[in-house]
């Protein structure tokens, strides 16, 4: 009850954490219950583990070996050490999103690959993406299931510059996000009632003072539900 209408249907797909510290990660994953699947291997380029939670939401552990230095991946490693660098939501109505985003002056970029793109533009170090929801996905893989009982991503937490939180509080307008209130803080819920996940906003930490495009999230900014 109370529940905004959700046009586009948004809710959390993946979160990515870029590290110098692939195998140090990795294991600290393990430890923690989690169940690792095996992602991408390019020899002189990028290496990920992949951690499926019971929600279907996905954890990319990534870095890379490249010596290149157009990689955006070893440019952001030297700049911000490791990092979340990116989350990405499906959306099950793009084109609508996008149509949304330009009516409100929320800046953009759009691409095409295995389906269409959406990322928020001229923030950093955090990507935000959204693509379009795949109806043909299947069952969830069996590699979901952790000791640990992990269901989803509870909370993420945000740290941003004046101009760039004032931006994402709109997209959490225009998309839908409930906005609830408690002590002195603004939360948002996004996504459907039985599968959500909580963002708030954190103070902006040392390193990102003066910065006028500023998105991030540190890293002890990600909880879990059980």
Same mark, same amino acid.
Not at 28 to 43: D, T, V
Not at 49 to 58: A, P, W, Y
Not at 134 to 150: C, K, P
């Given at each position: 009850?109370?529940?905004?209408?959700?046009?586009?249907?948004? %809710?959390?797909?993946?979160? +990515?954490? !870029?590290?110098?510290?692939?195998?140090?990660?990795? %294991?600290?994953?393990?430890?923690?219950?989690?169940?690792?699947?095996?992602?991408?291997?390019?020899?002189?380029?990028?290496?990920?583990?992949?951690?499926?939670?019971?929600?279907?939401?996905?954890?990319?552990?990534?870095? +890379? +070996?490249? +010596?290149?230095?157009?990689?955006? %991946?070893?440019?952001?490693?030297?700049?911000?050490?490791?990092? &979340?660098?990116? &989350?990405?939501?499906?959306?099950?109505?793009?084109?609508?999103?996008?149509?949304?985003?330009?009516?409100?002056?929320?800046?953009?970029?759009?691409?095409?690959?295995?389906? @269409?793109?959406?990322?928020?533009?001229?923030?950093?170090?955090?990507?935000?993406?959204?693509?379009?929801?795949?109806?043909?996905?299947?069952?969830?893989?069996?590699?979901?299931?952790?000791?640990?009982?992990?269901? %989803?991503?509870?909370?993420?937490?945000?740290?941003?510059?004046?101009?760039?939180? @004032?931006?994402?509080?709109? !997209?959490?307008?225009?998309?839908?996000?409930?906005?609830?209130?408690?002590?002195?803080?603004?939360?948002?819920?996004?996504?459907?009632?039985?599968?959500?996940?909580?963002?708030?906003?954190?103070?902006?930490?040392?390193?990102a003072k003066g910065m006028l495009h500023w998105l991030s999230i540190e890293p002890d900014g990600m909880y879990f539900a059980y």
């Open positions: 009850m109370g529940q905004n209408a959700l046009p586009f249907k948004i %809710r959390l797909s993946r979160i +990515t954490l !870029l590290t110098q510290n692939f195998d140090s990660l990795t %294991r600290s994953y393990l430890k923690k219950g989690f169940r690792i699947k095996n992602a991408r291997r390019e020899p002189g380029g990028v290496f990920s583990n992949l951690v499926i939670l019971r929600d279907g939401t996905q954890i990319i552990l990534e870095s +890379t +070996t490249s +010596t290149d230095s157009n990689d955006w %991946r070893l440019a952001a490693l030297k700049k911000y050490g490791s990092h &979340i660098s990116g &989350i990405a939501f499906e959306a099950e109505n793009i084109d609508s999103l996008q149509v949304a985003l330009k009516n409100n002056d929320v800046p953009y970029k759009s691409y095409q690959s295995d389906r @269409t793109y959406l990322a928020l533009d001229s923030i950093a170090p955090l990507d935000v993406v959204f693509f379009q929801k795949d109806s043909s996905s299947g069952e969830i893989d069996s590699l979901a299931y952790h000791r640990n009982h992990v269901f %989803r991503v509870d909370w993420l937490l945000l740290s941003a510059c004046p101009l760039i939180e @004032t931006r994402v509080r709109k !997209l959490f307008e225009i998309t839908g996000a409930l906005k609830q209130h408690e002590g002195c803080c603004d939360y948002w819920r996004v996504g459907l009632p039985v599968d959500f996940c909580f963002f708030r906003f954190d103070p902006l930490p040392q390193k």
